[in-house]
Structure formats: C-alpha cells, structure tokens
C-alpha cells in the first residue's frame, strides 16, 4: 500500500494539551487548533518525504525506511529518529521523549503522538 497522497485533517483529540507539553506557548495554540491542515506524503520505496501545511506553518521532513534522520516536530525543533514500516501500512518513529505512528486504512490516516501519558491524535482524509 502506498502512503502518497494528500491528505486533510478531519478531526483531532487532545491537540492543545499535547501542544502545551511540547511546549508551544498558549497563544500559537490558540491559533492553531482551528487551522486547516494537510499533509503532502511522496513515498518512493523505502524513501518518504512528508509536507504538513498548517495555516501558514509548512513543515517538511525526509526519511528512509531503517535510516536515522532529522525530523521537524511542530514546536519547530529538530529531532533524531528512525522511522520504521510495520506491515505495508504504518510508520513508526520513535525519537527523544515522544513516539510517532501513521497508519493509512484505505483513505484514513491515522497519525498518533505520544509523550509520556499524553496522546494526540489526527484523523486525515486522501482528497
């Protein structure tokens, strides 16, 4: 299954309080937790490059399947990951203090963070 595509956000849980623990201060969480959002995925084999745009925000990240890279989280902060497939249809990064899962069921993208106890989910579509 191939994650490429563009996706759009139809819902989300726990968005401000797992911005505030990664450290966002209040008012750009204010202003971001009704933004438009979506997400560009490009996957050429075991190679992705992934574009979130929110609002005016645009953040991109390239990885390959197995490999340490640099990921942008949303605060802006670089962080070392590696992001590996489980199956043909999710992503798993793990990188300090927090791990990333994207699962694609058909049209959905399912993308959950987690820090601690803390979860923050997103629902996207394909359009």
Not at 31 to 46: A, C, F, H, N, R
Not at 89 to 98: D, E, I, P, W
Request: contains cysteine; glycine residues 8%.
């Amino acid at each position: 299954m191939s994650f490429t595509g563009k996706y759009e956000l139809q819902s989300q849980e726990n968005f401000e309080p797992f911005m505030k623990a990664l450290g966002l201060p209040d008012d750009m969480i204010e202003k971001g937790k009704d933004l438009k959002s979506t997400s560009e995925i490009v996957q050429d084999g075991k190679k992705f490059k992934v574009t979130v745009t929110t609002g005016p925000m645009v953040i991109s990240n390239e990885f390959t399947i197995g490999e340490e890279c640099e990921l942008t989280i949303p605060t802006g902060d670089k962080v070392k990951a590696v992001v590996q497939m489980e199956g043909n249809n999710k992503l798993v990064a793990t990188m300090t203090g927090m791990k990333y899962i994207n699962e694609l069921n058909g049209d959905i993208l399912t993308s959950v963070f987690t820090k601690g106890d803390l979860t923050y989910k997103r629902i996207m579509k394909r359009i």
